[in-house]
């Protein structure tokens, strides 16, 4: 299992992948808004997202869990 973590501080956007869906290297799975500019966040490796640990809305640290992949 690898975890997708937050790269800065901020505030979920929107999340563009739901648990269960497969996903590949690269795929943008989430939103982050910081300093009002919209951040990407990535995959790293591809997989099944195992589980969504944040809702629309919520305000993330720095390394919060975002999700989690089973790669």
């Known amino acids: 299992m690898k975890e997708i ?7 979920v956007l929107n999340i563009l992948a739901e648990q269960g869906k497969e996903v590949s290297v690269g795929e943008t799975v989430l ?11 990535e995959v790293e490796i591809a997989g099944k997202i195992s589980e969504v640990k944040v809702n629309v809305g919520d305000f993330v640290n720095e390394g ?3 999700l989690v992949i089973e790669g």
Do not use: N, Q
């Open 64 to 66: 919060d869990v975002l």
């Open 31 to 41: 939103m982050l808004e910081s300093m009002k500019m919209e951040i990407p966040v």
């Open 5 to 11: 973590t937050a790269s800065m501080a901020g505030t």
